[in-house]
């Protein structure tokens, strides 16, 4: 999808289903998207086992917009156990179909709930709400969900759900990383790290709004988070110059 700023109204839709991850200071893109529609949950997953490289072949295969040219941001969802902040009281939708609620959703620390307004989700891990997602956007507010979505109101799948720039792919189209490029800070992507996004394979199911996302941006989906101090994962990363292909 580097801790960020809270989303502000640039971000007219961005997080109402699948967040929108950014990295070191990016500016994140707004969805393109609907409300959501209720599903059954998801569960989390780990990053893809580390394989060799791509094959001679991968490297050759006809790059999906310009080569070399691709940011890829990650985004992740929130574990309430992991924050220790200060207690504060949330009000907004106890289910979907409603936006801009005022019904009481409980309390919870305030640095998770700064990270939900910038993941867009949250797994709640305490009280009467234990097991459910507290979920955030712009245009939505905060709302009780049973998992967080993609924009047709599908589970969010990590290592796979992505959103991007709709000039470049289609919502539903799949596709790979060729080239992983190099981080935010012009140094090359670890090679686990490297080999792990390249394993993966994505498929679109978000779209930024025109004129938010950029062009040739891809924001991938990583799951929940880990640990304490996920935010400087290698994991949850920049790959800027990188190289996408279809899978």
């Given at each position: 999808m580097r801790p960020r700023a809270a989303l502000a109204a640039v971000l007219a839709l961005c997080g109402a289903l699948a967040g929108c991850g950014r990295a070191a200071g990016d500016s994140a893109g707004a969805l393109d998207v609907p409300p959501p529609t209720a599903t059954a949950a998801s569960s989390p997953a780990a990053p893809p086992a580390a394989s060799p490289s791509a094959s001679p072949e991968a490297e050759r295969v006809r790059p999906l917009g310009k080569p070399g040219a691709w940011r890829i941001t990650t985004y992740y969802t929130a574990v309430e156990s992991l924050y220790k902040g200060r207690p504060k009281a949330v009000k907004g939708c106890p289910e979907l179909h409603c936006s801009h609620g005022t019904t009481p959703l409980g309390s919870y620390p305030e640095d998770f709930l700064a990270v939900i307004q910038e993941?867009?989700?949250?797994?709640?891990?305490?009280?009467?709400?234990r097991g459910r997602y507290l979920n955030w956007s712009h245009s939505v507010g905060y709302w009780l969900d049973d998992t967080t979505r993609d924009s047709a109101g599908h589970p969010l799948r990590p290592w796979s759900s992505a959103a991007a720039d709709k000039s470049v792919l289609a919502r539903g189209q799949r596709f790979a990383i060729v080239d992983c490029g190099k981080d935010g800070n012009g140094h090359r992507i670890e090679a686990a790290v490297c080999t792990a996004f390249r394993k993966?394979?994505?498929t679109v199911t978000d779209l930024f709004r025109p004129g938010y996302g950029g062009e040739n941006h891809a924001d991938l989906y990583i799951g929940e988070e880990t640990g304490r101090g996920f935010?400087?994962?290698?994991?949850?990363?920049?790959l800027s110059g990188a190289t996408l292909g279809p899978s």
């Amino acid at each position: 999808m580097r801790p960020r700023a809270a989303l502000a109204a640039v971000l007219a839709l961005c997080g109402a289903l699948a967040g929108c991850g950014r990295a070191a200071g990016d500016s994140a893109g707004a969805l393109d998207v609907p409300p959501p529609t209720a599903t059954a949950a998801s569960s989390p997953a780990a990053p893809p086992a580390a394989s060799p490289s791509a094959s001679p072949e991968a490297e050759r295969v006809r790059p999906l917009g310009k080569p070399g040219a691709w940011r890829i941001t990650t985004y992740y969802t929130a574990v309430e156990s992991l924050y220790k902040g200060r207690p504060k009281a949330v009000k907004g939708c106890p289910e979907l179909h409603c936006s801009h609620g005022t019904t009481p959703l409980g309390s919870y620390p305030e640095d998770f709930l700064a990270v939900i307004q910038e993941e867009g989700g949250g797994r709640i891990t305490s009280g009467p709400q234990r097991g459910r997602y507290l979920n955030w956007s712009h245009s939505v507010g905060y709302w009780l969900d049973d998992t967080t979505r993609d924009s047709a109101g599908h589970p969010l799948r990590p290592w796979s759900s992505a959103a991007a720039d709709k000039s470049v792919l289609a919502r539903g189209q799949r596709f790979a990383i060729v080239d992983c490029g190099k981080d935010g800070n012009g140094h090359r992507i670890e090679a686990a790290v490297c080999t792990a996004f390249r394993k993966a394979r994505w498929t679109v199911t978000d779209l930024f709004r025109p004129g938010y996302g950029g062009e040739n941006h891809a924001d991938l989906y990583i799951g929940e988070e880990t640990g304490r101090g996920f935010a400087g994962s290698p994991f949850y990363t920049t790959l800027s110059g990188a190289t996408l292909g279809p899978s």
